[in-house]
């Protein structure tokens, strides 16, 4: 019995570890349901109140059409919220090791470091889209949304796409809970502040400065939005988000193996520096 269990392809065994990290993260979301639903009662009502911002356009000047405005404003926000369940997952992978007592248990444990930060990845990326989607779900009951064009598809192959690119950040920022038990988590908000600010997430880069529409180029969230905006605003197809989905697809090869690596060096570095284990 042990001799055909070991002879199990290895590609196999690590899939099976890849799930067994997304239902530890379930679980514990589950342990903690009633403070998840209080966060997502706060992300919701923010975005209802930047949609209002939208609504209230109207007020300061004749000829703007509000509904494509609110949809442009939810849009953002709901990409943010994805944006930011993907970073707190993975950003909080040592964070929440180290309070439950398993950092070192899971540190050493047979499964890849691989399979580890793509597991958490996973599941992120599965609870941001659930997420997201209650979150539609709830502000489209206040507004009358302009999504009467909307190529729903497309949208959800930007976001797929770009997920990839964006779990490889995720694991970048990762390591600094990693490199300061300290205050680690708190300088990973830093990452996504300035992704927030160079993306759009709020308005079109062209009104940034010429050196921040520069940083925006190479922020994932910037061509997700673009992707998605068109695929619901503009109900735009495969040859119009043809771009935005080469580009992601390339960042993604390049930020996931360069997040792993990353990650990689911090370990090495905690455990020679003794900051694996300590949590303050």
């Known amino acids: 019995m042990t001799g055909r269990a070991d002879e199990r392809p290895r590609w196999r065994a690590e899939a099976i570890a890849v799930w067994g990290y997304v239902q530890r993260n379930y679980f514990l979301t589950k342990r903690y349901f009633m403070w998840e639903v209080v966060w997502l009662v706060y992300i919701t009502a923010n975005a209802l109140a930047i949609t209002y911002i939208g609504a209230g356009a109207e007020e300061f000047g004749s000829g703007i059409d509000t509904a494509r405005l609110m949809t442009f404003l939810l849009i953002g926000a709901l990409v943010w919220s994805y944006l930011s369940v993907l970073f707190d997952v993975l950003s909080e992978t040592v964070s929440w090791e180290r309070w439950e007592g398993t950092i070192e248990y899971t540190f050493m444990s047979p499964a890849s470091r691989v399979t580890h930060l793509l597991g958490m990845g996973l599941y992120a990326v599965l609870y941001g889209i659930v997420q997201i989607s209650v979150m539609l779900g709830a502000v489209s009951l206040f507004f009358e949304l302009d999504l009467s064009r909307a190529n729903y598809a497309?949208?959800?192959?930007?976001?797929?796409?770009?997920?990839?690119?964006?779990?490889?950040?995720?694991?970048?920022?990762?390591?600094?809970?990693?490199?300061?038990?300290?205050?680690?988590?708190?300088?990973?908000?830093?990452?996504?502040?300035?992704?927030?600010?160079?993306?759009?997430?709020?308005?079109?880069?062209?009104?940034?400065?010429?050196?921040?529409?520069?940083?925006?180029?190479?922020?994932?969230?910037?061509?997700?939005?673009?992707?998605?905006?068109?695929?619901?605003?503009?109900?735009?197809?495969?040859?119009?988000?043809?771009?935005?989905?080469?580009?992601?697809?390339?960042?993604?090869?390049?930020?996931?193996?360069?997040?792993?690596?990353?990650?990689?060096?911090?370990?090495?570095?905690?455990k020679r520096t003794g900051k694996l284990k300590r949590s303050g």
């Not at 600094?176 to 205050?183: D, V």
């Not at 988590?185 to 996504?192: D, G």
């Not at 939005?225 to 495969?238: K, S, T, V």
């Open 154 to 270: 497309g949208a959800l192959l930007v976001l797929g796409v770009a997920s990839v690119s964006l779990v490889g950040f995720g694991i970048m920022a990762a390591v600094l809970p990693l490199l300061s038990p300290e205050k680690g988590q708190q300088v990973s908000y830093i990452v996504s502040s300035v992704l927030l600010l160079v993306s759009g997430v709020y308005y079109d880069v062209e009104v940034l400065p010429g050196w921040m529409q520069f940083v925006a180029k190479f922020s994932p969230v910037t061509y997700a939005l673009e992707g998605i905006r068109a695929a619901l605003l503009d109900g735009a197809g495969p040859a119009e988000l043809g771009e935005s989905v080469l580009v992601l697809l390339v960042m993604g090869v390049a930020f996931v193996p360069l997040g792993l690596f990353v990650f990689h060096l911090g370990e090495r570095y905690a």
